[in-house]
């Protein structure tokens, strides 16, 4: 009896105990938990959510914790709004995933942290190209981490399929039609598609350069020039943008890109046009890059490298241990060993290159080189779809000329006309 009372006596004595201990230790585990980073994000897809992992594993092995704020929608435009609200509300996230000009927008107005010291501690400069840099800084200051280099322009092929309707991944565009009337007739969609403004624009982009060649994507998208914009060669971009369209299957209005990605991987249609985020989803699916599943650049677009780099930017805070968090964040972002464990999951390339291609799928290896080839090239042409060949008011102007083009019978003359009209409203 003695015993028994004894026992739960010394039981209940060392769980008090316990309790007190943990109390004293209370304000230095709250001091940690403030180590906290808050991430907006977009990346809720398969894949995507499956490299974001590998961010958020990284943190917490520095002790950092991680609040997820993802806001769902490819291509980041719901993203996007949610943050200018809350930004409005006064309730700034600690970091942010942006895209291209809308770092400079955001730089601009003064609210983001200097991440300068910890990118000369870094070399920055010396590891990330030029061109993703010229994003991540704003008026000689270091303003985003750069996470990876994303290829837009890229065709992907189910490769059972194609070997099933004895194809052959298409050079150029003739090639193209002639593989799509094969899948047609085979009774497989030729196109996965998901109809939403955002993967109308990264199909158009990719079209745009395959038809007018590098200088013209230039002066059509970069430097807005309305004879580019307006002329016979945009025109040419907006009938196969029509072509295009006859290859797709009924359903698919509004269908997300992940959507459109999951019917290549299972059969049920042949190509899919889209960003190399699509290899994260043929990855998660357990399929093999270059093996399983076909890349290519888009049909004669073989010379450029159509870009677009995620960048996370640090709000200004005041709170010191989330300022520690930040720069936790930052470097680790730019850490080798992450950008190489991180793009291997996400599809993307890293954007420090210091990381060797040797782990990376030949579609990977192939980006990686025309990366560094074509610096030199002029080769490295920034997405307009994915917010980096011109402010976000022209990028929404285009993507509402290339939808309404996609979705209606208008004729190309009229859309070459609509987009030097909206651009010029935009500008
Ligand atoms: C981003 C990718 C993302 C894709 C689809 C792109 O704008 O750069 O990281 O996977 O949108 O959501």
Redesign the pocket.
């Known amino acids: 009896m003695f015993k028994t009372y004894l026992k739960t006596y010394l039981a209940a004595t060392a769980a008090s105990l316990l309790a007190l201990t943990a109390a004293a230790y209370a304000p230095s585990a709250a001091a940690q938990a403030k180590e906290e980073v808050e991430v907006m994000h977009?990346?809720t897809?398969g894949g995507?959510a499956a490299a974001l992992n590998v961010l958020k594993e990284q943190l917490q092995k520095e002790g950092v914790s991680w609040k997820d704020a993802p806001v769902a929608g490819?291509?980041?435009d719901a993203a996007m709004t949610a943050l200018r609200a809350r930004v409005t509300a006064g309730d700034k996230p600690t970091s942010v995933q942006l895209?291209g000009t809308a770092i400079h927008d955001w730089a601009e107005q003064g609210v983001l942290a200097d991440l300068t010291p910890l990118a000369e501690k870094e070399h920055w400069a010396d590891h990330i190209p030029p061109a993703i840099a010229a994003f991540s800084t704003y008026d000689g200051k270091w303003v985003a981490a750069p996470v990876n280099i994303?290829r837009t322009n890229w065709l992907w092929i189910n490769k059972k399929l194609l070997d099933k309707v004895g194809g052959k991944a298409p050079t150029n565009w003739d090639e193209f039609q002639a593989l799509a009337k094969q899948f047609k007739d085979a009774g497989v969609t030729p196109l996965a598609h998901g109809g939403q403004p955002w993967q109308e624009s990264t199909i158009f982009d990719a079209i745009v350069v395959s038809v007018g060649g590098n200088d013209f994507y230039k002066k059509a998208f970069v430097d807005l020039d309305p004879a580019a914009l307006g002329g016979d060669t945009m025109q040419k971009a907006f009938d196969q943008f029509r072509v295009l369209r006859g290859w797709v299957d009924p359903n698919f209005s509004g269908r997300d890109?992940n959507l459109a990605s999951a019917m290549v991987i299972n059969g049920e249609a042949g190509m899919q046009v889209m960003?190399d985020?699509a290899k994260g989803e043929f990855i998660k699916a357990g399929l093999k890059p270059g093996v399983d599943i076909v890349c290519v650049p888009y049909p004669g677009s073989e010379k450029a490298f159509l870009f677009?780099s995620?960048q996370f930017a640090m709000f200004s805070l005041d709170d010191k241990a989330r300022q520690d968090a930040q720069l936790k964040l930052a470097s680790a972002i730019e850490s080798p060993s992450f950008q190489e464990s991180f793009n291997l999951v996400?599809g993307s390339i890293p954007a420090n290159t210091e990381v060797k291609p040797d782990k990376f799928d030949p579609c990977g290896q192939k980006s990686m080189a025309d990366r560094d080839a074509f610096k030199s090239t002029g080769g490295m042409l920034p997405s307009l779809a994915?917010g980096h060949a011109a402010s976000a008011a022209v990028k929404g102007a285009i993507y509402d000329v290339v939808t309404n083009f996609f979705n209606s019978n208008q004729s190309s003359a009229d859309a070459a006309k609509a987009l030097v009209d909206a651009v010029a409203l935009a500008k």
Request: glycine share 24%; hydrophobic share 30%.
């Open positions: 977009w990346w897809s995507e490819g291509g980041g895209l994303h890109w960003g985020w677009n995620d996400k994915h």
